[in-house]
């Protein structure tokens, strides 16, 4: 038996959009495309992969067990089309970068600009939501991430380490002086939906009785509020750039200050796309401006 990638393709559709209306819009096709598709592949398993309902289309234990085989077919096929993207000679066409929205907002876009004027025939895609993108399945090219990866085909190199720290206004730094605790300052915190980040974590250990003025997980507009002297953010060091400065701690909080979190930025890609010429000039020019920019966590 042959199966056709295209039959493997519309599975995966299916499966992970969890009814044929979404995988044949992933895929863009129409619904009694894939239906066929769908029908065509049962019959050469041999095996029932879905169950039709109304409430969309349910993978069966048949489904479950061959995904895992399916998912390596897809990675074989990205394997097969990254080495045909490494006769590229010129660095022109389309990379897709994955960034945190705070560091894309800052530090990312600004750059664009001078990689412009080096590559012009480059196309630049950035993603910057919080959810992270897939590298293996090529749903970016090249990732900046917080955290370093421990999986997956990827190349990864480490661009900065730097302290956090409670940083404000210079006039709200001068109204607090040196503070005595937490809660006597204003504080402007990330949302709930990043309450598990080291930062979210840090200000409710050693503050919990703070209720912040401002909560948001929005890094720009957090920067943008602390600016303005509506309070007290946990930003780290290259933010001092506008204009923040760190406040200052008493005895009473020093366990508190030897407790910032330290925050990692790292340049992630996959291996098999490293050296392919547009993929490899984005990646020199990142880890360049982003290695220079100073800490500023003394």
């Known amino acids: 038996m042959a199966l056709e990638w295209d039959q493997v393709r519309v599975f995966l559709a299916v499966f992970r959009g969890g009814s044929l209306a979404a995988g044949a819009a992933r895929l863009g096709v129409d619904v009694s495309t894939v239906s066929r598709r769908v029908d065509r592949l049962e019959e ?150 990043l309450a598990h980040i080291p930062s979210s974590r840090w200000l409710s250990e050693h503050g919990p009785g703070v209720v912040p003025v401002l909560r948001t997980s929005h890094m720009s507009t957090q920067i943008a509020a602390a600016r303005s002297g509506l309070g007290v953010v946990l930003a780290s060091g290259p933010y001092r750039r506008f204009g923040l400065v760190p406040i200052k701690p008493g005895k009473a909080l020093a366990a508190a200050w030897e407790a910032l979190p330290v925050e990692e930025l790292w340049l992630v890609g996959h291996q098999a796309l490293r050296q392919v010429p547009r993929v490899a000039a984005v990646w020199e020019f990142v880890l360049a401006r982003m290695s220079a920019i100073d800490p500023g966590d003394q």
């Open 44 to 193: 050469e398993l041999g095996l029932h992969l879905f169950d039709r309902t109304r409430d969309g289309t349910l993978a069966t234990a048949s489904a479950e067990l061959v995904l895992p085989h399916a998912e390596e077919m897809e990675l074989a096929m990205h394997r097969f089309a990254a080495a045909g993207s490494q006769v590229e000679t010129e660095v022109e066409g389309v990379v897709r970068l994955s960034v945190p929205p705070g560091v894309s907002d800052t530090f990312v876009a600004p750059l664009l600009v001078e990689l412009h004027r080096l590559h012009p025939k480059l196309q630049i895609e950035v993603d910057a939501t919080i959810s992270y993108a897939d590298l293996t399945r090529r749903e970016a090219d090249i990732a900046l991430r917080v955290n370093r990866p421990r999986s997956g085909e990827l190349v990864m190199t480490r661009l900065i380490s730097t302290r956090s720290m409670p940083m404000t206004s210079p006039e709200y730094a001068a109204e607090l002086g040196r503070l005595r605790a937490l809660a006597d300052a204003r504080w402007i915190a990330w949302g709930a939906d």
